[in-house]
């Protein structure tokens, strides 16, 4: 592939990258890629940036080294992956004594803001190590070949691919859960099982929490770190669901399926359900 950059300190670190210029249609409505490459240290060095509109990746392919970030420091070693809101200064540094190569991007796009904000809510960390890092190598060298390429649609492919990177991303470090001791985990996956399965009863907190033995507060909070929802929201979610299938492959009357699925009478069910659907009942059952 041809370089498109060639590193100007090269006697620091050998890189080779890609840097791209996304469309406007990309750059208003998608994930879109701003730069990548691979990067080996030649000697030691330091790489310092701050208020840039970008979101910076990188896994550590060989090597060991530092990151500040956030006034925290972390210390990376091979496989340790990197995630982080270049809006806010960071340094990373590779260990004099273990010369580091990593792989990288640099991306945005409109919703990124709000992807990364929930990634920090549900305990995704600046750097975690992944249990199969492969898949990270997979998505950036797929990355790489399509910000090299003549393809005519390949801002949609980063889009696909940003996306994946993201995916992996998430499922590698959402699990709040773990912090929990394992009892308490437990009762509160107890506590939605029993939603999902008793989701046409009246069900208020106090009831849950005497049956499970578990505090409110406990409760509430472990609930939506877990599961990203409030209980109240995750069992209106349940309700909704459920009526939708109703409604699509029964022949019940909007009457008969607000009871069923524990909403209530008819006039409150439309109400509750187009706050959600943004139509009626007996629309949704028209339109699907």
Request: hydrophobic fraction near 35%; glycine fraction near 6%; proline fraction near 3%.
């Amino acid at each position: 592939m041809e370089e498109l950059f060639t590193n100007n300190k090269s006697t620091i670190v050998s890189s080779d990258r890609v840097l791209y210029t996304a469309g406007s249609f990309a750059r208003c409505s998608l994930l879109h890629l701003q730069e990548i490459g691979t990067l080996k240290a030649l000697r030691p060095h330091t790489s310092s940036r701050s208020d840039l509109q970008s979101y910076l990746f990188f896994i550590v392919t060989k090597g060991s080294g530092s990151l500040i970030y956030d006034n925290s420091e972390y210390s990376l070693s091979e496989g340790s992956c990197v995630f982080i809101d270049c809006k806010y200064s960071y340094s990373h540094t590779t260990d004099p004594d273990n010369l580091w190569e990593l792989r990288w991007c640099h991306f945005y796009g409109p919703t990124m803001t709000t992807i990364y904000n929930k990634y920090c809510e549900r305990g995704g960390r600046p750097v975690f190590t992944p249990t199969d890092p492969g898949q990270f190598y997979s998505v950036l060298s797929d990355l790489y070949n399509i910000a090299g390429s003549e393809d005519y649609i390949r801002d949609m492919l980063i889009n696909e691919h940003l996306g994946s990177l993201i995916r992996l991303i998430m499922s590698e470090s959402w699990h709040p859960e773990n912090q929990a001791l394992p009892s308490k985990k437990a009762g509160v996956l107890e506590v939605k099982k029993y939603l999902d399965e008793n989701y046409s009863e009246r069900i208020n907190l106090d009831d849950l929490c005497n049956r499970f033995f578990i505090s409110k507060y406990y409760l509430t909070h472990s609930f939506k770190e877990q599961f990203g929802l409030s209980i109240t929201n995750y069992l209106l979610s349940v309700r909704i669901t459920h009526a939708k299938q109703l409604l699509r492959f029964s022949g019940k009357t909007v009457e008969e399926i607000g009871y069923e699925v524990g909403i209530g009478a008819p006039a409150y069910f439309s109400r509750v359900f187009k706050n959600v659907e943004g139509v009626s009942p007996s629309v949704y059952r028209e339109q699907w």
